[in-house]
């Protein structure tokens, strides 16, 4: 048998599997069909797709289920002629009730109305109707349909006009489906919510103006979790790396010498050249001097300059000599000489409070002489691996635990007044001597002269003067690169460490702190605290190291010089990209120049950054300037800002 629908004449049951009705007279009503017992080659089978439902004519026969109508006639014009059912024109009757001329051809069919109950729900063991396979699915599987929605409330199926199916909220019993897309979509639905919640955040918004006056609003959708902006470091990347490797190989090719060079990008390596080869560093060594001063010595410590004598002050007067004990303060200085300073702005303290100290103490007169006591370090002046001409141009002081003016000859009779005819003495001498006249000016008469010597261990204390913090120190240190103070930290440094204020102990000390705190020390090499010794090596990566160890607002980063503006690079970088975006500590001698600092992009990106040259480049430091001022071509274009999650709207 053909599972198709039979078109020839025959019995014709209901759609709901009652019996069919034939009409009786002129009058329309019908009366019950009685079962035939033969049937015709071919049959229908009924089935509801929901359900499963699924009955042939034959089978309904055999069992006694079914009835069928006696044949129809094939001429409307016929007297007693069935009223049948039309599927285009709804409550159609017959032609004759019509009155309508009769005419050959097939008679129009009534359309069965259906009434379904609203309330009534089919339930998983049974069906309301068995419905007829659509026409375009006979011979061949039909795809599989799912729930549609109701509205909530309602029960069942409901029938429009139309005769479809409305969609709206509650599931529904299985509806008929019309054809293969459909299905189809409806299968994939649930694979496609599954991606969309993956790939979604649920949002819990701050209530809106409209949701306070009582209107509901959807959320604005946020970035989905899967986006790349979730990432926008990374997406950055993709395009800035290669890009800026392209900036900065071309120009580091042409540079005479060796170099290294490191930059990161919020702890992300975004160019590397050599970073791991020891190179000289210069003053960029001071960065681990300042570093471990401040985790040894301490931020908060305060460098003492003693006053003591033999015995206590008599009415204001010392019998015998004051005793000046140094506690390594590299920063007093003079009126005069301040005046002398290459950074007018540079930090320094008044050597007048020191005398004001003891005159605080009450003390008027001093029947001794001044003696100067530098004991608290080695009495070595200069270190053997520097050149001669550093004492000469006064690229460093005479190194000693009391010093005032860096050491400098020409201000002891005259404090307060410039000279430019200066040079390196003996510091400690100088000192006395400068105090001696200082004191004279506070109305403090000192009897006999100045020299240099050791205080009794009995001695007492008769005033001190209390240095500026060693994170201050730190700072001055950093900003101008001051070499003396960089070498008095490292010998104080020993001390604290090991009581012995040499430069060697103090090396020794500055090396296994850095190790302590897990910095790559395996390829440093240290011969002083300042970097001036040519024989000193560091790597870009020890180097870099130190600044991402001190980030921004610590007092590392904040000691560091401006481009353009402050400290050591106040006379460089000046008019360039990196003006006022580049803080770094320099580092400069005859053949070595070096960076390291922070660079702030115009692109939003807060770089660090290590870069040392070791060679006879006759640019000098311009090309750690040039070096810099490459660094703002980083993720040119896009802001960082406009690639991250784009935050809900309000």
């Given at each position: 048998?053909?599972?198709?629908?039979?078109?020839?004449?025959?019995?014709?049951?209901?759609?709901?599997?009652?019996?069919?009705?034939?009409?009786?007279?002129?009058?329309?009503?019908?009366?019950?069909a009685?079962?035939?017992?033969e049937?015709?080659?071919?049959?229908?089978?009924?089935?509801?797709?929901?359900?499963?439902?699924?009955?042939?004519?034959?089978?309904?026969?055999?069992?006694?289920?079914?009835?069928?109508?006696?044949?129809?006639?094939?001429?409307?014009?016929?007297?007693?002629a069935?009223?049948?059912?039309?599927?285009?024109l709804?409550?159609?009757?017959?032609?004759?009730?019509?009155?309508?001329?009769?005419?050959?051809?097939?008679?129009l069919?009534?359309?069965?109305?259906?009434?379904?109950?609203?309330?009534?729900?089919?339930?998983?063991?049974?069906?309301r109707?068995?419905?007829?396979?659509?026409?375009?699915?006979?011979?061949?599987?039909?795809?599989?349909?799912?729930?549609?929605?109701?509205?909530v409330?309602?029960?069942?199926?409901?029938?429009?006009?139309?005769?479809?199916?409305?969609?709206t909220?509650?599931?529904?019993?299985?509806?008929?489906?019309?054809?293969?897309?459909?299905?189809?979509?409806?299968?994939?639905?649930?694979?496609?919510?599954?991606?969309?919640?993956?790939?979604?955040?649920?949002?819990?918004?701050?209530?809106?103006?409209?949701?306070?006056?009582g209107?509901?609003?959807?959320?604005?959708?946020?970035?989905?979790?899967?986006?790349?902006?979730?990432?926008?470091?990374?997406?950055?990347?993709?395009?800035?790396?290669?890009?800026?490797?392209?900036?900065?190989?071309?120009?580091?090719?042409?540079?005479?010498?060796?170099?290294?060079?490191?930059?990161?990008?919020?702890?992300?390596?975004?160019?590397?050249?050599?970073?791991?080869?020891?190179?000289?560093?210069?003053?960029?060594?001071?960065?681990?001097?300042?570093?471990?001063?401040?985790?040894?010595?301490?931020?908060?410590?305060?460098?003492?300059?003693?006053?003591?004598?033999?015995?206590?002050?008599?009415?204001?007067?010392?019998?015998?000599?004051?005793?000046?004990?140094?506690?390594?303060?590299?920063?007093?200085?003079?009126?005069?000489?301040?005046t002398?300073?290459?950074?007018?702005?540079?930090?320094s303290?008044?050597?007048?409070?020191?005398?004001?100290?003891?005159?605080?103490?009450?003390?008027?007169?001093?029947?001794?002489?001044?003696?100067?006591?530098?004991?608290?370090?080695?009495?070595?002046?200069?270190?053997?691996?520097?050149?001669?001409?550093?004492?000469i141009?006064?690229?460093?002081?005479?190194?000693?635990?009391?010093?005032?003016?860096?050491?400098?000859?020409?201000?002891?009779?005259?404090?307060?007044?410039?000279?430019?005819?200066?040079?390196?003495?003996d510091?400690?001498?100088?000192?006395?001597?400068?105090?001696?006249?200082?004191?004279?000016?506070?109305?403090?008469?000192?009897?006999?002269?100045?020299?240099?010597?050791?205080?009794?261990?009995?001695?007492?204390?008769?005033?001190?003067?209390?240095?500026?913090?060693?994170?201050?120190?730190?700072?001055?240190?950093?900003s101008?690169?001051d070499?003396?103070?960089?070498?008095?930290?490292t010998?104080?440094?020993?001390?604290?460490?090991?009581?012995?204020?040499?430069?060697?102990?103090?090396?020794?000390?500055?090396?296994?702190?850095?190790?302590?705190l897990?910095?790559?020390?395996?390829n440093?090499k240290?011969?002083?605290?300042?970097?001036?010794?040519?024989?000193?090596?560091?790597?870009?990566?020890?180097?870099?190291?130190?600044?991402?160890?001190?980030?921004?607002?610590?007092?590392?980063?904040?000691?560091?010089?401006?481009?353009?503006?402050?400290?050591?690079?106040?006379?460089?970088?000046?008019?360039?990209?990196?003006?006022?975006?580049?803080?770094?500590?320099?580092?400069?001698?005859?053949?070595?120049?070096?960076?390291?600092?922070?660079?702030?992009?115009?692109?939003?990106?807060?770089?660090?950054?290590?870069?040392?040259?070791?060679?006879?480049?006759?640019?000098?430091?311009?090309?750690?300037?040039?070096?810099?001022?490459?660094?703002?071509?980083?993720?040119?274009?896009?802001?960082?800002?406009?690639?991250?999650?784009?935050?809900?709207?309000?």
């Amino acid at each position: 048998m053909g599972r198709g629908d039979s078109r020839r004449g025959g019995g014709h049951e209901s759609r709901s599997g009652r019996l069919a009705w034939r009409p009786s007279g002129d009058s329309g009503r019908a009366a019950p069909a009685e079962m035939e017992s033969e049937q015709p080659d071919r049959s229908r089978r009924w089935r509801n797709q929901g359900h499963g439902c699924r009955r042939t004519r034959r089978s309904r026969v055999a069992s006694g289920g079914g009835r069928r109508h006696p044949p129809r006639s094939r001429n409307p014009i016929q007297s007693g002629a069935p009223r049948t059912r039309g599927s285009f024109l709804p409550g159609v009757r017959s032609r004759q009730d019509h009155g309508i001329p009769r005419s050959s051809g097939r008679a129009l069919r009534r359309p069965r109305r259906r009434t379904v109950d609203p309330t009534r729900q089919a339930g998983p063991g049974r069906h309301r109707t068995c419905r007829r396979r659509p026409l375009e699915c006979r011979g061949r599987r039909c795809p599989l349909e799912r729930p549609l929605l109701l509205p909530v409330g309602r029960s069942g199926r409901s029938i429009t006009r139309s005769g479809a199916p409305e969609r709206t909220m509650a599931l529904a019993t299985r509806p008929t489906a019309g054809d293969r897309t459909v299905g189809m979509s409806i299968r994939f639905g649930g694979i496609l919510a599954v991606v969309a919640l993956l790939a979604t955040t649920v949002i819990v918004a701050a209530p809106s103006r409209a949701e306070e006056s009582g209107f509901a609003t959807a959320a604005a959708p946020e970035t989905p979790l899967l986006s790349a902006r979730r990432f926008p470091t990374s997406l950055q990347a993709a395009s800035a790396d290669p890009a800026f490797a392209g900036i900065l190989d071309p120009y580091l090719a042409k540079v005479t010498g060796t170099t290294c060079a490191l930059v990161m990008d919020a702890g992300r390596i975004v160019y590397a050249r050599d970073e791991g080869d020891s190179l000289a560093p210069a003053s960029v060594q001071k960065l681990l001097t300042a570093a471990v001063a401040l985790e040894v010595l301490g931020p908060t410590t305060r460098l003492a300059t003693i006053m003591a004598a033999e015995k206590e002050a008599d009415n204001g007067v010392i019998e015998g000599d004051l005793f000046l004990v140094g506690g390594g303060d590299p920063l007093l200085t003079t009126a005069g000489y301040r005046t002398s300073l290459e950074n007018p702005a540079q930090f320094s303290e008044d050597f007048t409070a020191v005398a004001d100290a003891l005159a605080a103490a009450g003390v008027k007169k001093v029947n001794g002489g001044i003696v100067g006591d530098d004991s608290r370090y080695e009495d070595t002046r200069w270190l053997p691996g520097w050149p001669t001409r550093y004492q000469i141009g006064g690229t460093v002081g005479p190194l000693s635990a009391l010093i005032v003016n860096d050491g400098q000859t020409g201000f002891t009779q005259s404090p307060n007044v410039a000279n430019p005819n200066r040079k390196a003495g003996d510091p400690t001498l100088l000192f006395a001597e400068t105090f001696k006249t200082v004191l004279a000016s506070k109305g403090i008469d000192v009897a006999g002269p100045s020299r240099t010597g050791t205080a009794p261990e009995d001695s007492v204390r008769i005033a001190t003067f209390e240095s500026v913090t060693v994170a201050e120190i730190v700072d001055e240190m950093l900003s101008d690169s001051d070499n003396t103070t960089a070498e008095l930290l490292t010998r104080e440094i020993g001390f604290v460490s090991s009581g012995e204020g040499t430069t060697s102990a103090g090396l020794a000390a500055i090396v296994d702190t850095a190790s302590r705190l897990g910095l790559p020390v395996d390829n440093l090499k240290m011969a002083d605290g300042s970097g001036l010794d040519t024989e000193n090596r560091m790597s870009c990566t020890l180097a870099l190291a130190l600044i991402t160890a001190s980030p921004k607002g610590s007092t590392i980063a904040e000691s560091l010089p401006l481009a353009g503006k402050t400290g050591t690079l106040r006379k460089r970088m000046l008019a360039a990209a990196s003006t006022g975006r580049v803080r770094a500590k320099t580092g400069t001698l005859n053949t070595a120049n070096a960076l390291a600092g922070f660079a702030d992009t115009p692109s939003g990106n807060q770089l660090t950054f290590a870069f040392i040259h070791n060679g006879s480049d006759s640019r000098g430091p311009v090309v750690a300037d040039g070096f810099a001022d490459r660094l703002m071509g980083f993720a040119a274009g896009a802001k960082l800002s406009t690639l991250g999650p784009i935050s809900p709207s309000k």
